[in-house]
């Protein structure tokens, strides 16, 4: 095993680095401010002021030994140079052995820093000595100058560096290996131009110490982004066998990373929470936790990991507008609102905020407010998102009930379609017939559009068409029609219309029992790649023959796997088969929301949700004893079915007297 530097003893600080240490930490300790404000300071790389070239890898080295010991340090989040180059994309590659002061200024902008260190250091006469500049980029002032040095040994970076990070912050963490062959391999492959010689300099680093934890993990996302999967497991499983010797914030990132390559969400979560803990001003990790929390729906925890983040990024837009999304799938929806407006006031040009604040209006059921704010984000800017905003607003006010007046909405719509030349305007007229109950009129409009499109450029969208019809056959009840349309649409389909088409095909097969059903879609979607789609395609094949308990377990697993957003269709239908499998209680909770409309139009499969849910609500405070409630959503559920029944026979339920 190699050494560790497990601490050292600090030096006192000159002048300047009392004033910056107050300036940093102050408003962290000041009782008048309600939260901890964190400053985001970018360790940019080293210039090499000494005679040899030979030197030059020490200053990305000073860089990251410095950005690594100030993790975790309170006040203080230390941006990582692979965070930095991050933006490259954005702004132009930046060569990553120049020195930072001139080569990632602009980098250390985008990310949002506020302080910048850059540094410059010499070895002369067998010694080593360096000094850092703090600058405050808003004033461009110079607030701190803290020098190290001179140290007998020309190779001893770690102690120069130390000394540095800890006239920064009087608490600094350990930093992850004391062998110099190690950290110099490790700086050759973070500024290494091909992966090849990344992957190399990786392995000397890990030779070199194995007990180094971040290089296992680099080159175990260089393994995995080749596709070689088995030997990023094996340098994983290499490097966790050996974590005990690691500080506690490598062994739970290692851990992170290896959740992340078998997909086990529950040790994702782990690690997350193992991180934040120990590095709670990473606005990264808050970032992954928020994620998680919202993926396994414990919407609380998302909330609070996105403060947390924004208590480190104020101006974080993405994160506000999750927060948001958060907040309103935890029903707090004021709080929401307060997030989103936020986002607005930051980007008052943009449509999105006003967007996002329709939607969490709708999922409220404040149907008015939704439609208003839709139509304030269309006339911010038409052309977001095709116009999609148009579409919500018509799809907000047929909710309501009012089929006339979404009406005029939804041709809005198609008039702001037609004069961007949308191709397939006479597609999207059927999906609205089809929403708003004039179910034998969007099958004759939608067949009209398929054989014209046929046999020119629209092939995909007339075999997307014709899938479509085959559903709307089945739910129809004309099981003789499905398998016709099913197989026109898998002779025209192409790529992204290849997975409708399977579908359609799947569930234009003839009634059968679960196990056979099972057995079909096992034989139809043979590849692990498929497994998402034959879920849900067995799913829906089950729904179609009302054999609700087997369809209740699979839509669980699909349920309990899916983002909480991606999908509005999920929650109704579990809902829908616990309901009709005597669990009331299990099934209120997940018609509590609106499902929003997606902005790109009909979901294929709106008919298993979209106006089912009002008929399941209805049916809900039946069994809840809450006889006005059930007989507004029958209504409701009525009023948009139109006069073409469904398979299920729900309207004519929805119209029998209830107690």
Request: aromatic share 8%.
């Amino acid at each position: 095993m190699s050494s560790r530097i497990v601490g050292r003893t600090p030096r006192s600080a000159a002048g300047p680095l009392a004033g910056l240490l107050s300036f940093l930490l102050l408003s962290a300790c000041s009782p008048q401010q309600p939260a901890p404000r964190v400053e985001r300071i970018a360790i940019l790389r080293f210039e090499n002021l000494g005679p040899a070239v030979s030197d030059d890898w020490m200053g990305r080295a000073f860089s990251e030994l410095i950005t690594t010991e100030l993790d975790g340090a309170p006040g203080i989040y230390a941006i990582p140079s692979n965070r930095l180059h991050g933006a490259d994309r954005m702004l132009g590659p930046r060569p990553v052995s120049a020195p930072g002061v001139s080569a990632e200024r602009s980098l250390a902008f985008a990310a949002g820093a506020t302080r910048l260190g850059y540094g410059e250091y010499s070895v002369r006469g067998g010694t080593l000595s360096a000094r850092l500049t703090i600058e405050d980029p808003r004033t461009g002032k110079i607030t701190g100058l803290v020098s190290a040095g001179p140290s007998g040994h020309p190779g001893d970076v770690f102690a120069v560096a130390s000394e540095l990070a800890r006239q920064i912050s009087s608490r600094v963490a350990p930093y992850g290996t004391a062998s110099l062959p190690a950290l110099k391999a490790y700086v050759a492959a973070k500024e290494s131009a091909t992966a090849a010689a990344t992957a190399q300099n990786l392995e000397q680093a890990i030779a070199a110490d194995p007990d180094f934890g971040p290089p296992y993990r680099l080159l175990a996302q260089l393994k995995a982004q080749q596709q070689d999967r088995a030997a990023a497991e094996d340098l994983l499983r290499q490097a966790l066998a050996r974590a005990a010797a690691m500080p506690p914030a490598e062994r739970a990132r290692l851990q992170l990373e290896a959740a992340n390559l078998h997909g086990d969400s529950a040790a994702r979560q782990t690690a997350l929470t193992t991180l934040v803990a120990l590095e709670p001003n990473d606005p990264a990790v808050w970032s992954s936790l928020a994620e998680s929390s919202m993926n396994r729906r414990a919407y609380p925890q998302a909330v609070q990991a996105y403060r947390k983040l924004l208590e480190v990024e104020p101006e974080d837009t993405t994160a506000l507008n999750q927060l948001g999304y958060a907040a309103a799938y935890a029903g707090s929806f004021d709080a929401a609102l307060d997030a989103l407006r936020r986002y607005q006031a930051l980007r008052p040009a943009e449509a999105n905020p006003i967007d996002s604040q329709g939607d969490v209006n709708l999922l409220a059921g404040r149907l008015r407010q939704a439609e208003n704010l839709y139509l304030q984000a269309a006339k911010k800017d038409p052309n977001f998102e095709n116009g999609g905003d148009l579409w919500k607003a018509a799809m907000a006010r047929l909710m309501s009930g009012d089929v006339a007046g979404a009406d005029t909405l939804a041709q809005q719509y198609i008039q702001a379609r037609a004069a961007a030349q949308d191709p397939i305007l006479d597609y999207r007229r059927a999906e609205w017939s089809w929403l708003s109950g004039r179910r034998k009129s969007a099958c004759q409009r939608l067949e009209t559009f398929a054989r014209a499109a046929e046999n020119g450029p629209l092939r995909e969208f007339a075999s997307r068409a014709y899938s479509q019809l085959a559903l709307w056959s089945l739910v129809l009840g004309d099981r003789a029609a499905a398998p016709q349309l099913a197989q026109k649409a898998a002779l025209l389909a192409g790529p992204s219309s290849a997975a409708a088409a399977m579908v359609a095909r799947f569930l234009a097969q003839p009634p059968a029992s679960s196990s056979e059903w099972s057995v079909r879609a096992e034989r139809l979607f043979p590849n692990p790649s498929e497994n998402s789609l034959r879920s849900f395609a067995l799913a829906y094949a089950l729904l179609l023959d009302q054999q609700f308990q087997p369809a209740s377990l699979l839509l669980q697993q699909l349920y309990d796997a899916a983002n909480p957003v991606s999908d509005p269709s999920l929650p109704v239908m579990l809902a829908w088969t616990r309901l009709e499998t005597g669990r009331a209680a299990d099934a209120a909770p997940l018609l509590r929301l609106n499902p929003v409309p997606s902005i790109s139009g009909v979901s294929l499969f709106a008919p298993f949700y979209f106006p089912r849910i009002y008929y399941l609500r209805g049916l809900l405070a039946d069994k809840q004893a809450k006889p006005a409630e059930a007989r507004a959503n029958y209504q409701l559920f009525r009023q948009l079915s139109g006069p073409d029944p469904l398979i299920w026979g729900e309207e004519q339920e929805a119209s029998r007297t209830r107690p």
